[in-house]
């Protein structure tokens, strides 16, 4: 047998997935880490235990398969990203725990740096915000709290990676030291519209040139294998963040298309093609994959609550004991009954950006039941998928015209149908759910020819497709009531 081997190194896991040529799964590994929280804010990862939990994973899976590494044609990569680690090129030893992309603690250096009147020339460069969530103000920050470390750094010693990096150098025994333009693309350092390490932006963050990983495409062969507890002699020819690897493995290829990741949270990516944008509706501008090696654009939106208020109902209001069995309750109305949950648990994200809205639910009469809150929880993922998914419209002046979806909670009927109608648009969940460890195992099997162009992939791909079918005036009635709630959620913390 022929497998591509994807590592889907993520913030609680570390996973490892074996692909046929069909584009299926054909074995999955999964090892946790430890999260580390030293203060309130913090949060790190041991850069030691991200490699032995992937390590692992990989081997576990090739063993689950009956495979050897002689099996697999390449290796792909997608990582958690913008979590940073510094480690001594000699030794290979992490200078510090990695500092998680969760992490808060350098809002204090980002205000500082936006009274410094920087933000605007950060934004032109690199598409994001001037937030500690990217790479770049975490980097300084062990600069300039770990002993000596400055000054090991500016003697070229030490390397800075995001997980990709890190993987990747310890895989190939330190001989490579490279991330990819995606990864690149969320250090706020990386200036996407010339597509260089930027070295003004360097020079803001107090960051030295010599640091940074070479910056290579997502899908090329970059070294093997050689460590030798991992799949060795193995070529690395896919890598990529979890988010762009997502956006490749639902082949939103195409300026256009767009893909949502429904979670914890819920991760909105659309293709935008080759032309650099900024967003005027506080979207973030990243790169995607290209495979023609060529600067490809997406529009990126986040929302903090997705799936997670399924866990909230089931774990704090206790309304049932498994996530998959909201859909019945749901189910057991017709519709919410006028009720409408705006879950802003901690604030509300991408395109609203309110740190200060509360979460809240309204519209609650006699006869509300726990249907209609369970109705009304499926339904603010969809609203709040349609708040962006509009911003993007209204950014690119194209309406997408359909959707591709994935995540845990894509798998509920209900809410896929739901947001459908509420768009007015197709939405298409394929038959693999593991979009982001199968982005990275195209983007690695097309680097060696295991498949000749993604047309090909393409025939593999199955899946379901939810036709919008409800009445257009009364969704848009009932998406202006949402607005009008998200309205009187605002603010409500600031007092
Ligand atoms: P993550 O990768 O962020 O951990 P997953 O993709 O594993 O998330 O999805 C898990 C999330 O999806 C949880 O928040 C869970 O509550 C939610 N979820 C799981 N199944 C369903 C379902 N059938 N309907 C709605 N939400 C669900």
Not at 16 to 28: N, P
Not at 181 to 206: K, Q
Not at 303 to 317: E, N, S, T, Y
Request: hydrophobic content about 45%.
């Amino acid at each position: 047998m022929a497998y591509v081997l994807a590592l889907d190194q993520g913030t609680t896991s570390s996973r490892a997935i074996l692909f046929d040529k069909q584009g299926r799964v054909a074995g999955l590994a999964q090892h946790e880490f430890a999260q580390i929280f030293p203060a309130p804010g913090w949060v790190e990862h041991d850069p030691v235990e991200i490699l032995t939990s992937q390590l692992s994973a990989a081997v576990e899976v090739l063993g689950m398969a009956g495979a050897t590494p002689r099996d697999v044609v390449a290796l792909g990569i997608a990582n958690q990203r913008e979590t940073t680690i510094v480690w001594d090129r000699t030794t290979g030893k992490p200078v510090s725990n990695a500092i998680v992309w969760q992490d808060r603690r350098t809002a204090p250096m980002c205000s500082r740096l936006r009274e410094e009147g920087v933000e605007e020339t950060i934004r032109a460069k690199t598409g994001l915000l001037l937030d500690p969530y990217f790479s770049a103000t975490k980097i300084a920050w062990i600069l300039d709290n770990v002993d000596g470390v400055r000054a090991r750094a500016e003697r070229g010693d030490l390397a800075f990676g995001t997980v990709d990096s890190w993987l990747i150098w310890n895989l190939t025994n330190g001989k490579r030291h490279v991330t990819d333009r995606t990864n690149a693309s969320r250090t706020l350092v990386y200036n996407i519209v010339e597509d260089r390490w930027d070295e003004e932006l360097l020079r803001i963050f107090g960051i030295p040139a010599n640091m940074m990983p070479e910056v290579v495409w997502s899908s090329e062969e970059v070294g093997r294998v050689t460590a030798q507890l991992g799949p060795v002699d193995v070529p690395i020819a896919g890598i990529a963040g979890d988010q762009q690897a997502a956006l490749f493995g639902q082949l939103c290829t195409k300026p256009g298309d767009a893909k949502c990741t429904y979670g914890t949270g819920c991760f909105l990516l659309q293709n935008i093609g080759r032309e650099f944008r900024l967003s005027g509706q506080r979207l973030v501008t990243t790169l995607a994959c290209s495979t023609a090696r060529k600067p490809e654009y997406a529009l990126e939106g986040s929302i903090f609550i997705g799936g997670a208020v399924v866990q909230w109902l089931r774990d704090k209001m206790r309304f049932f004991s498994f996530a998959p069995d909201v859909e019945g309750i749901a189910a057991s109305v017709e519709d919410a009954g006028g009720v409408v949950f705006v879950p802003a648990f901690t604030g509300l994200g991408a395109p609203h950006w309110d740190p200060y809205a509360a979460g809240m639910i309204i519209g609650i009469g006699r006869d509300t039941g726990i249907g209609h809150m369970a109705r009304a929880a499926i339904e603010s993922i969809a609203f709040q998928v349609a708040d962006v998914l509009k911003a993007m419209d209204a950014d690119t002046g194209i309406p997408c015209r359909e959707l591709r979806v994935d995540g845990g909670a894509a798998a509920n009927d209900l809410l896929m149908q739901f947001q459908a109608d509420l768009l007015g648009i197709r939405v298409h969940r394929p038959a693999v759910l593991e979009s982001t460890a199968q982005g990275a195992a195209y983007l690695a099997g097309l680097a060696v020819g295991f498949w000749n162009n993604v047309d090909e992939i393409a025939q593999t791909r199955g899946g379901s497709v939810f036709e919008a079918r409800a009445d257009r005036g009364q969704m848009e009635q009932r998406y202006g009531r949402w607005r009008e709630a998200v309205e009187r959620a605002k603010g409500w913390n600031r007092a």
